[in-house]
């Protein structure tokens, strides 16, 4: 059975860091293309970043990049997003996501066959 939980949310002022964690289980995260997902009530899923299985350098959506790193720990099998220069517009909840073995992943939503329960982020101006 595939478990993905994340943590690490929380409420934070403009400009100031958050780390969130996924710890994975019935999944191995270097094997998977992993990402990492939000959104706002009423909004569709948006896209934040990917980390390839394979050694393919991380992609980002383009709100994200410079400010936003996602790496992995595959002793731990978790998978984590440093978020750096918050602002505002970035408050959703946040979900990580498995798409399927030996498959890079996607920006699109639908690639990924596991997602985990959201932590919310709130930046405040």
């Known amino acids: 059975q595939v478990r993905l939980a994340e943590s690490g949310g929380g409420t934070v002022q403009a400009g100031g860091s958050l780390r969130l964690s996924c710890a994975a289980s019935?999944?191995?995260?270097?094997?998977?293309?992993m990402g990492w997902f939000r959104q706002v009530s009423g909004k569709e899923r948006e896209f934040v970043a990917i980390?390839?299985?394979?050694?393919?350098?991380?992609y980002y959506a383009d709100s994200v990049k410079g400010r936003f790193t996602i790496s992995r720990d595959s002793a731990r099998n978790m998978v984590f997003l440093q978020m750096n220069s918050l602002k505002p517009e970035d408050t959703a909840v946040y979900y990580c996501?498995?798409?399927?073995?030996?498959?890079?992943?996607?920006?699109?939503?639908?690639?990924?066959?596991?997602w985990g329960q959201g932590t919310q982020v709130t930046v405040s101006s």
């Open positions: 019935g999944v191995n995260v270097t094997e998977y293309g």
């Open positions: 980390i390839s299985w394979s050694y393919s350098p991380p």
């Open positions: 996501a498995a798409a399927r073995p030996y498959y890079s992943g996607s920006p699109l939503a639908s690639s990924y066959a596991h």
